[in-house]
C-alpha cells in the first residue's frame, strides 16, 4: 500500500513573486520577506531615513459586534489599535466602528484562522475569515510620516499613537494606524490584496527621494 504524503499548505502574500525575483529569502511560515540578504542595511534603513516591509503571514478575522472580554484579550476602543492575547496568541484589534472590528494575529498554520475566529465567536462576536483579502504594510523609520503625506490626504500630526486613520492612499483605499516598534516610528497600512502591488510599488516610487529601502522580516526582529 503507497502512502501518499500531502505537504502542508504554504500561504503566500500577493507579493512573493515580485520579492523572490528580487532575492528575498522568505519567512519559514509562509511567502513573505524575511531579508534580501543585508538585514544590516534594511534595519539602518528602518531606523535611518525608512523602510517597507511586506508583513505576514497573518490571521484577520472580521467581527460583527464588539469583542467584550476581560484582560487578556485585546478591548474594544473605537478607531483604535489595542492588543492582548486571545486564543493563546498576541494578538492585535483594529476597531474600525463602534461595531466592526478586524483582529489580527500571526498566522500559525492552515488552522490557525478557524481556530481564531471560534475564539472570537465564543466571546460573543460574530466572525468571519478574511485573511486572504488584505495585505499588511510596514512603513518604518523617522521619514515614513514624511513619505505618508506625500500620497495620503490626512494630517497625520493629529493622528495619535494606534490611532487609525481612512482615505486614498496613492489612490487606493487604504487603513493606516501610526504604530511603534519600540525605538523605530513605525505606520501600518492594511490594503486590499488585489491593489496591494500597486501601492507598494507606488510607496517606493515616492519613498525613493526619502532613502527607501524594501526591508524583510529581520529588520524589525525585536523591535516590535
Known sequence: MTVVRRAAPVRRGPLSEWHRRRGARMVPAGEWPATYGDVQRERSAARERVAIVDAGPFDRIALDGALEAPPPAPRHEPGCVTEGRIDGRDAELWTLTDRSSLLVA?????????????????????????SSRYATFILAGPRSAALLEEVFPVDL??????????????RV????A????????????????????????????????HGIVPAGAAALAGDR
Open 157 to 170: 500630526r493629529a493622528v495619535a499613537p494606534r490611532e487609525i486613520a481612512f482615505g486614498p492612499l496613492a
Open 106 to 130: 500571526p498566522g500559525a498554520d492552515a488552522a490557525s484562522a478557524a481556530s481564531l475566529a471560534a475564539a472570537a465567536a465564543a466571546l460573543g462576536a460574530r466572525a468571519a475569515d478574511v
Open 178 to 209: 501610526r504604530m511603534g516598534t519600540g525605538a523605530v516610528a513605525a505606520f501600518t497600512v492594511l490594503v486590499a490584496r488585489d491593489e496591494a502591488e500597486y501601492l507598494w510599488e507606488s510607496l517606493l516610487r515616492v519613498g525613493e527621494r
Open 173 to 176: 483605499t487604504a487603513t493606516v
